[in-house]
Every structure is written in structure tokens, then in C-alpha cells.
């Protein structure tokens, strides 16, 4: 299984990114999948997942912020960010959220203030 994450740059804040992972040797449509991130020093945490019927879910940090979405026949799901915050700064990450694969480089995202 390989994940690959891009879409990531520098943004100011208030700005907005929009990530893609696409996977290979895993077909995403029958997992849940979620996108992580890590900010430096501290340790990976879930921010927005989507389920295999497309209901999504989203940590307070990000809600009204991020929008998760997946493209079952490309293989792919995306993050759309807005309204960036330069705490949003951080390694982007996706992958199965209740059965991890290996993880991919990620994306890094970086908010200038």
C-alpha cells in the first residue's frame, strides 16, 4: 500500500489549500479514511475523516474550517482548508482511520501570520 499526499505550500493566513491523497494497492471506497497532521514536537492527531457512505466527522480545531471529500473512482480523498491559522501549520497525513497503513511523506503545510 502506498499513500501520497500533496497539495501542501506556504499560505498566509486567512488563505486556503486544498490537499490530495491518492492511494495505490488499496481501494479507499471500503475504508474509513481520515486526514492527520503533526505538528513539529507533538504527536499525529486525527482532523477530518469520511466514511464509506461519505458521513464526515471533524475535530473542533478545524469544524467550519476543513472540508473532507473522496473520489472513490479515482482513488483519492481531498482536504479542503480555509480560513488558515498559522497553528494549522503542520504535516499532512492520510490514511485509514480504524485500519493504519503504511504512512506516506505527507504533505507540509505551513501558515505565515
Known amino acids: 500500500v502506498q499513500l501520497v499526499e500533496s497539495g501542501g505550500g506556504l499560505v498566509q493566513a486567512g488563505g486556503s489549500l486544498r490537499l490530495s491523497c491518492t492511494a495505490s494497492?488499496?481501494?479507499?471506497?471500503?475504508?474509513?479514511m481520515g486526514w492527520y497532521r503533526q505538528i513539529s514536537g507533538e504527536e499525529r492527531e486525527l482532523v477530518a475523516s469520511i466514511g464509506q457512505t461519505g458521513n464526515v466527522k471533524y475535530a473542533d480545531s478545524v469544524k467550519g474550517r476543513f472540508s473532507i471529500s473522496r473520489d472513490n473512482a479515482d482513488n483519492t480523498i481531498f482536504l479542503q482548508m480555509s480560513s488558515l491559522k498559522p497553528e494549522d501549520t503542520a504535516v499532512y497525513y492520510c490514511n485509514a482511520v480504524r485500519s493504519l497503513k503504511s504512512w506516506g511523506k505527507g504533505t507540509q503545510v505551513t501558515v505565515s501570520s
Open positions: 494497492k488499496m481501494r479507499i471506497a471500503i475504508y474509513l
